[in-house]
């Protein structure tokens, strides 16, 4: 592990590359032992047995010259395997090896985007990286800006302190503010929770979130976000911004962006679009349709690591309109002084809310590159295949009720159990789940309606793997069955996962 | 690129570290093949030159099975390498091999820490890793929490999130807060410009930062801050927060824990302690008294990916009390529901800002248990010794001008010009740095002392490759130097960085 001289080797230099080889076969070894030994999407046993072997196998005194190897087999012994078939709880996707690959040379390197002396060509990258994906929402790529996120989450709050500070000018001040202008943010109630939370940390409160109804796929409806709008004008607020969702974390709905679009307009409102999930049909002949009217939103989120099989984080963050992006703007002598601007070095500090900033635009550029935008979208269309698949496939189970026609690439449904009530059912489904993922079997979802009160627990396939096959889901569709009447028959709740 | 069916590989499964093999392969080849051509610590030439260059390497029709090997020889071609001993601009350290190695392993599997059924064995490392950061701190493991973060940035908006809930319960409301509850935050002149950022984001607007003075080390001064507090109280507001920096990023100074715990104490204002750059003193014996008191802060921000070899990002936020750690509790139906709560499965979610998380927690587990504290601590040393040593060169050259001491591992100087006046001074060190770039001998930092008007420019060494020799920084002076010379005799402003 010591080069001459006992310093550790680094990754970069001439000699970085030769001394990260032997690691490298190290770690792809490990990885192989460890997904040897699970042997399935998720090992079985549950967390405080996981726990367990992690503390010791971190215990030891001293360092310890075998640890990457010994961590490794044990990080993919314990992992929930989004590569699996039956790992398919969450918008949490397998990456492709050449992502990973892309992935390793910015680790290597470690350029920072935060000043171009940190990152000249990431930051020519990421530049270029910005224009292309701008030119896909359908922004005009001259006119827009952004910046890498690490998420959906991180671009929301973005998206809602540019709406903030447009109306209220800057900061927002604490006291003082008439009624009239009281900051509100319309959402649909099955808005991301992360809007609830960018309004708390922007200092307006969850209150100032107001929900509008859905209908069953989860869709808002756009009379009533012309309701609510007017409602909250006539309550004495202001509406500062609409959330339109393209893609909701549990149906893949859609809102009616034109609409939206239309109303936030007519309202002086910010329009933000989460497509952090159902920006990836953007990539998709078939599915881009879905999000008509886009490009009218005043910001955008898109996250490459749902739809679009990289490596956490690849979140991307874009505005239409490059003069709209003020709040960030900012000096830093030792980053970004004025006469090195003055001289052509461009500076991305005053784009993003993170000084140091890896360069994940690197991996999603490689990949865009390695197989083009027509062969992204052959990958959201198999998932999406994949899903008709797997509803057809519960609706022809009489023991599962399917919630609803896939739009994107999740199916809802539940086991129906013979048991009488919701709340056998919804204890039933929860059990069914973790009992799933106790045996190591399956990783499936779990969410719940929208509202209050029982019967509203579903179970979710989230289906991210082009590489599943129909056959997969078959089986997968007969393990949740089969465990939904073992646990039927058991004679109480089980407390299989409180090893 | 593509398997059969012409799906392209997965990195995870079975069969993903056989698919990453040949990948990994090529981009070893192609970092080696940049950094050759390259040939030092930054590709000669500006900005618009590489630009061009990612442009014509982007450009082309359809699908580019060459794309992986052709973008990553140019990001290393382009890259400003920080394991270059010439590269010492920024807090942008060279990352260590078997971190990197560790961070393809987190690539590969994609973990996320939003749910343990994305992350099982990565969730207890994450929360045993945090345990053993926090009794480095000095925290009671038992009682303390925290998070990886992007970076200091995230975590000093963290610590300043937790310090205004706190005062103005839960979320902030916009009208009716009577003036005595006005809050405010104080943080030295010397903080980090992300203090002024957290402000802003979290609804309290910039000015309400409150300045201390600095000493020419720019460390805080007690009796000012014991001022500055009263003042506020004085003023009809509330100190919600003192901001103590525990290593600026210029001169890496470290402020009066102790005498900040205890006016922070007596005001009921929040601790944070910004130990984004100081904090990997804590690795070091020799260096450790610096930060004494660091244990008695209600938050702290520690920074893996500077003096800890990592790449980016390792941030750590860490605070005293998991008590105090309220604001982002979170239940989200398809994360984390209550009876999966209630059956052992553990939970992540409300201790981070976002929602999905790469596990960088990994890598920092394998660099700590391969090399131990000892062995991490000797790199800090070894970074501290290059300090020393250049702060005595600069000091034995007439043609260099030392600002003071080096408390880390920054040693902040200027050129010296025969040239008259505070303004040509600036202008010649200022242009000087940017030869430096632009003919690719050297990444040298720049950065202003506090105040105002001309004079104020220095150059700075951030030292953080343990690998360099104090010849290396020999020469590095000494180019500095003849650099500075040809600015000096050279006709006017010279136009070369604008090419």
Redesign the interface.
Known sequence: ?T?AG?????????G??????P??D???????AG??LRGGP??PG???E??R???RV?T?E????H??RR??E???????????PACA????????????????????????QD???????????E??LLAELAALVGFPPAAAAGVLT?????SN?MGL?LA?DRVLG????????P?GR??RIIASAAA???VQ?A??????????VRSVPVDRDQRMDGDALADALAETVWEGATPIAVVATAGT??TGAVDPLGRCADLAERHGAWLHVDAAYGGGALLSDRLAPLLDGIARADSVAL?F?KLG?Q???A?VFLVRCEETYA??A?R????N?A??EQ????SLLGLS???????DA?KL??TL????R??LG??VD?CHDLALHAAAAVRAEPALDLHGDPLLTTVLFRYRPATDGPDAAD?IN?ELR?RL?HTGRA?V????LPGTGPGRVRL?LTLL???TSPADIDRLLADIVRQGREVESAPGPSRA???
């Open positions: 592990m080069a006992g310093t550790p080797p680094l990754s970069g230099g001439s970085g590359p030769a001394a990260l080889r690691l490298l190290e770690t792809l070894d490990a990885l192989a997904a040897r998720v090992p549950g967390p405080a996981l726990a072997e992690v503390d971190l030891g001293g360092p310890d010259r640890a990457l961590l490794t044990l990080l993919a012994y314990g992992a929930a395997d989004p590569a699996d709880a969450h918008l949490h996707c397998p990456p492709l090896a050449v992502a990973v690959a892309a992935d390793l040379a910015v680790s290597a390197l470690n350029p920072s000043s171009w002396d940190q990152a000249p060509a990431a930051t020519a990258l530049t270029a690490s998420g959906g989450t991180e709050l302190m903030r800057g900061a927002v001040e604490l006291d003082g503010l009624p009281r900051p991301h929770f992360s939370r309004a708390a940390l922007l200092g307006l409160g969850e209150r100032a974390t549990d996250d690591h099989w490596p956490a984080a979140g709040s960030l900012r830093a002598v030792y980053l002084p006469d090195d001289a052509g070095y461009p809310l993170r000084t140091t900033r890896r360069a690197f550029a490689v590159r390695t197989l083009g027509p062969g052959a990958l198999a204890r929860a973790r993922l990783v979802g779990r969410t719940e979710k793997n082009p590489h996962a409180q090893d």
